[in-house]
Every structure is written in structure tokens, then in C-alpha cells.
């Protein structure tokens, strides 16, 4: 889920660049809805990459404590 979410973010800016570039001088009117959508997408994506993080550190700490038991 991580790679996902990052690879939506990549895609986000990449659509933001060529975006501005190209679409401006092409239709004024449409730079601003697009930029919009594309806010939105990255603003959930980023939000679901640090909850996916936390989890997968929550989960590795969970699985860390329980070797330190099977130790002793």
C-alpha cells in the first residue's frame, strides 16, 4: 500500500507540472478545476501513506516485542 500510495503522489506532481506547462497557455479555464482534483487526490493519498506507515511501524514494533520474548 505504501509504493501505492507514493506512486499516486508521483503522479500528482508529475500532473501538476505538465499541467501548468501545457494547459495554460492551451485553455486558461481549466487549470483551476484541474489543479483542484489534483490537490484533493494528493491531500487523501498523503493522508493514507502516513496512516499506512504508522500502522506498518505499529505492527513491526508488535512483531520486534515478541521476538525479544522468545529470546529468554
Do not use: H, Q
Request: charged share 20%; with cysteine.
Amino acid at each position: 500500500m505504501v509504493k501505492f500510495f507514493s506512486w499516486i503522489l508521483v503522479f500528482c506532481f508529475v500532473l501538476y507540472l505538465v499541467g501548468t506547462i501545457i494547459l495554460i497557455p492551451i485553455n486558461e479555464k481549466i487549470i483551476g478545476p484541474f489543479l483542484f482534483v489534483l490537490f484533493i487526490i494528493a491531500l487523501i493519498s498523503s493522508i493514507c501513506l502516513l496512516i499506512t506507515v504508522i500502522r506498518e511501524r505499529i505492527k513491526d514494533r508488535k512483531e520486534e516485542n515478541k521476538d525479544d520474548f522468545s529470546k529468554y
